[in-house]
């Protein structure tokens, strides 16, 4: 089945995207090596310079399908929207880095080079129509992102998170590696829309079970409640940033690709919704719960973004409609948004700093830093799905969706969850307004173009979108 | 030219002028200029509200309509407009809000500005809560109401302030996203009837011939939201804590405004949406209004605190509003009673608004509110004798007020329907009487008990300016009701018309499918 056939030559136009960053990888890592060349301002232009080439090379794909391979690339309306997503939103994520404290740390070559190829590995996993294509891009995307967990910021938290990450990310790859072979050995096929295909006799036991381990590691990439115990550690330890990354941007692409395979299995077998049901319900529930008493800013956004996750596999929990991944896309945009608008002020408060924010920390702060906390403000409202934000919007579209599947009681659940989860969003505002600052919890930050550009042009996206969507 | 363009698009301007001004009145680097912008703003707005009142045409219906696409693909609009029962409701907003605006004028503490504009970015809420004939910008509007509110108790309330806002936003949240999970049911029942999204809610409407086992979960989930809101007792324990922390302007737009939300919503969709699930629920609601009745009454007496028993005294009057809205004889809803009903709303958001405000007089002068620090005051201060004893009386509804008129209604459309009941809320007349006039009597009469009482100022220009019009109105609403029932009385006729129509003829539901070529209005045709 796997010859060496000749490249067909359009593959190069349509691959472009991935082939750009490749080559920036490659050539980020001799940058490293550069000597008086390695400096943040040039790695920096370099960054944004592949950055901007490979969205201009995806705009120009477009949403057309087309398959090289046999399906191992395959590029369509999917893969076009979310590597641009994922791309934008890291471009994004790298400016806010260029103000902070992290800026010598985060813009040399070897840095770059592990923030491109994670890219690249969620750019692939994502135009691929074939689980060895797929797994070569998950794996990409992961190890880059455990070595910028621990080595953008090297400290003992960091170094723990990502450890903590490497060992329960190589477990849960293992059991997607694990259940995609199974599902080869019932199939006798690698494409994805093997797992829409009915297995006979025996196989049946080994596809469901291969099935089963596959939606487990992906359960296990986005934290989905069971399987969430690393996420807390992980995204205290990371710097701001790489939290920001991995809450955005990894998770984007990890949920893409359920909602990919979920497209084709769901549609042949429409009992396993159920199993999804209850990972929403899971992580709803025990997501904002845990929430609720963290005292950490970043350890409250990593429950937080557990319940998001549950929020979105709601839409799993239903038989296929056609507009389950319009909607999706539009909840992940919302949130990646607000994500990056909470994250956006919260790395600005790190700059002179440098070290987790506690609930604490931030008392008085609307005094202080009337603007910034306003922006704050917006987009935690944003993630608690309060209207006027795009939050709400995007919550009741989730809602609509899984209403129409008559998940009744999920979507009460989900829609408790959300009262609840207003407390510990609002817990944050408290502490911002209504109590008197401390004079040296926090040292001033400085003013910084980027970090309000980014912020101002996040809390006007998260506003407008509700009207203009 | 101008004007025209103002008269097509007032609804909209009512709503969207406040949130502009508090915009501008954030921006505003000079605090004298955004007060006065911030007055102006308001006082614009009010004229809007006048100018429709003016040329509000009884019994004509939907009015000042405007309607733009929101979410096409979603069937979701942009829709508003008025009609009798908002009318009052949203002369009340823009009337109160400019009162407050005075009222906060020599504000002590931080942020002036910022209360300013959060003031009026509140009223936007309310009032487009007020006018939204669809459901979405209702809901949005309604959670919008929240944010504000919020920050005003929150921020420059009393001592245990944090407790009480958190309170209250996470009560109003629980109730108002399970209504959302009921709209969403509704609008995809919509859906499945007649083929087509839709959110307006005279669309919706048509979906009131369901039968009512279809309906209950939603009714459920619509009155519990407005039972909170208004706050009906078992719900109501958010309020005392949010009236008593809150600044005396907050204290007043709660009262005044925010909880005849919940009562308005009831009127405006859980009756008429689920008319046959209301029918069974309307003696539980009823019994459940006059439990507050009493229940508020009897706290209220025993508060020491002079804010907490006005506080109280709201669960109580709340309570007939809801009584008055449930009266229903031979499977009709009484237009008395619901007139009195919808006028009682007006009349407890200006007397018990007035209320506040007398007792925010009171704190800012002494910085306690117990009663028993009090006593002997009309002496020093004769002219605030008058005006509580004013707004006691509109609140006791004494004939020649306002609390007479809606009460007597409200008794009068109840009594038909059931005596009991009846009985048993006149029964809360009564205690109102008692707790009321204890309030007064323990304030303004009696020796002087403490020196510091002796030489209090009385009421100043700027509060007289505040209260006087509400005098005014306490009175004016006893003696000439008809001059604002008048433009009420088609709208509330025809609630109650269409609910016994319903459910004396049973009306069919058009076959299905009959609006699949996208008409989203009437199916006449």
């Not at chain 1, 990890?254 to 077998?269: D, E, M, S, Y």
């Not at chain 2, 009318?87 to 002036?112: D, P, R, V, Y």
């Not at chain 2, 007020?401 to 009846?422: D, K, R």
């Not at chain 2, 323990?442 to 020796?447: Q, V």
């Amino acid at each position: 089945m796997y010859t060496l056939a000749p490249i067909p030559a359009a593959f190069y136009g349509v691959a472009s995207p991935v082939l750009i960053l490749s080559v920036g990888s490659i050539l980020a890592m001799l940058l490293s090596v550069a000597g008086k060349w390695n400096r943040p301002t040039i790695n920096f232009g370099f960054l944004f310079l592949i950055l901007g080439l490979s969205l201009a090379a995806i705009m120009k794909n477009g949403p057309q399908i087309h398959t090289f391979f046999e399906g191992a690339f395959q590029w369509g309306v999917l893969p076009y929207v979310g590597s641009l997503l994922i791309v934008a939103v890291a471009g994004v994520l790298a400016l806010l880095f260029y103000p902070s404290y992290l800026q010598a740390r985060f813009f040399t070559g070897e840095v770059i080079a592990l923030y491109l190829l994670s890219l690249l590995g969620m750019v692939v996993q994502l135009s691929s129509n074939d689980f060895i294509t797929i797994l070569i891009g998950i794996e990409l995307s992961a190890m880059g992102v455990y070595a910028l967990v621990g080595y953008v910021d090297v400290n003992r938290l960091s170094l723990e998170g990502a450890v903590k990450y490497l060992v329960l990310g190589s477990v849960a790859t293992a059991i997607f590696i694990f259940g995609v072979a199974l599902l080869y050995l019932s199939t006798g096929e690698l494409s994805l829309q093997a797992v829409g295909h009915p297995a006979t006799g025996p196989m049946q036991v080994w596809k469901q079970t291969g099935m089963f381990m596959v939606l487990l590691g992906l359960g296990f990439k986005l934290a989905l409640v069971p399987f969430h115990s690393w996420a807390p550690d992980v995204y205290e330890g990371a710097p701001s940033g790489i939290t920001a990354f991995m809450a955005t941007c990894v998770k984007i692409a990890i949920l893409l690709l359920l909602f990919r395979v979920c497209g084709f299995f769901l549609l042949a077998q429409p009992e396993w919704s159920r199993l999804f049901l209850y990972l929403s319900v899971f992580s709803i529930v025990i997501g904002n719960w845990l929430a609720l008493v963290q005292s950490g800013l970043k350890r409250m956004l990593a429950y937080s973004s557990i319940a998001h996750s549950g929020y979105m596999v709601m839409l799993l929990s239903v038989a296929p409609q056609a507009t389950m991944l319009s909607t999706a896309l539009f909840y992940l945009v919302a949130y990646s948004v607000a994500t990056i608008v909470v994250f956006g002020v919260m790395m600005w408060l790190e700059e002179k700093n440098c070290r987790n924010l506690h609930l604490d920390d931030i008392a008085g702060l609307g005094r202080k830093y009337p603007l910034a906390s306003l922006a704050l403000t917006v987009g935690l409202l944003s993630l608690a799905g309060m209207p006027p934000t795009v939050g709400f919007l995007a919550k009741f579209l989730v809602f609509v969706h899984t209403l129409q599947g008559e998940r009744f009681g999920l979507v009460i659940v989900a829609a408790l969850g959300s009262a609840v989860s207003l407390y510990y969003y609002l817990r944050v505002l408290v502490r911002m307004y209504m109590h008197e600052p401390d004079p040296i919890s926090l040292l001033a930050p400085r003013f910084s173009w980027l970090t309000t550009g980014v912020v101002g042009t996040g809390v006007v996206l998260v506003l407008a979108l509700t009207i203009f969507s | 030219m101008l004007l025209l363009w103002i008269h097509s698009h007032i609804a909209t301007l009512t709503i969207f002028t406040p949130l502009l001004v508090a915009a501008l009145v954030v921006l505003c680097p000079s605090l004298w200029v955004a007060k006065w912008l911030a007055l102006l703003g308001a006082g614009a707005c009010f004229l809007e509200s006048v100018h429709m009142w003016h040329y509000f045409v009884p019994g004509s219906g939907l009015q000042f309509t405007e309607m733009h696409a929101w979410l096409p693909q979603w069937g979701i609009q942009y829709f508003v407009g008025v009609d009798g029962i908002s009318l009052l409701l949203i002369m009340l907003s823009t009337f109160l809000t400019c009162l407050l605006l005075i009222g906060a004028w020599n504000f002590e503490g931080k942020g002036q500005k910022t209360f300013f504009a959060l003031l009026l970015f509140l009223e936007s809420g309310m009032l487009g809560a007020l006018m939204a004939f669809d459901l979405v910008f209702f809901y949005v509007c309604w959670e919008v109401m929240l944010i504000p509110m919020y920050f005003i108790i929150g921020v420059w309330g009393g001592k245990n302030r944090i407790y009480a806002t958190t309170k209250f936003i996470l009560y109003t949240a629980f109730g108002s996203l399970l209504m959302l999970v009921a709209a969403i049911s509704l609008y995809l029942l919509y859906k499945k009837e007649f083929g087509v999204y839709s959110t307006n809610v005279l669309d919706l409407y048509r979906l009131s011939g369901l039968p009512a086992a279809s309906q209950f979960w939603l009714f459920c989930a619509f009155a519990l939201a407005f039972a909170i809101k208004i706050p009906l007792w078992p719900f109501h324990t958010w309020l005392p804590h949010a009236h008593t922390e809150a600044p005396t302007t907050g204290s007043v737009i709660l009262a005044g405004v925010m909880l005849k939300m919940g009562t308005y919503g009831l009127l405006r969709f859980a009756i008429p949406l689920f008319p046959a699930v209301f029918l069974d629920f309307a003696p539980v609601l009823s019994v459940l209004g006059v439990i507050g009745i009493i229940y508020g009454a009897l706290v209220a007496w025993q508060q020491p605190d002079a804010k907490k028993m006005v506080a109280y005294s709201s669960v109580s009057h709340l309570g007939f509003v809801v009584v008055g809205s449930c009266a229903v004889l031979h499977s009709m809803i009484s237009p008395e009673a619901l007139t009195g009903a919808v006028y009682q709303m007006i009349n407890h958001g200006v007397s018990t608004g007035m209320l506040f405000f007398l007792v925010g007089v009171l704190y800012d002068r002494r910085h306690t509110r117990l009663l028993d620090d009090f006593g002997g005051l009309a002496r020093p201060m004769p002219w605030f004798a008058v005006l509580l004893i004013i707004a006691t009386l509109g609140s006791v509804g004494l004939p020649g007020t306002g609390g007479f008129v809606g009460e007597f209604l409200i008794l009068l459309g109840t009594f038909q329907s059931n005596p009991a009941i009846a009985i048993l809320a006149s029964l809360g007349v009564l205690l109102g009487a008692v707790y009321m006039l204890t309030l007064c009597r323990k304030i303004l009469f009696g020796p002087v008990t403490h020196k510091e009482n002796e030489s209090l100022q009385d009421v100043s220009w700027r509060e007289a300016l505040v209260l006087a019009p509400l005098a005014v109105l306490v009175i004016a609403m006893g003696v000439q009701p008809g001059f604002f029932l008048d433009r009420v009385r088609p709208s509330i006729d025809h609630l109650a018309k269409t609910y016994s129509e319903y459910r004396l003829e049973r009306v069919e539901l058009p076959p299905l499918g009959c609006c699949k070529g996208g008409c989203s209005n009437g199916c006449e045709e």
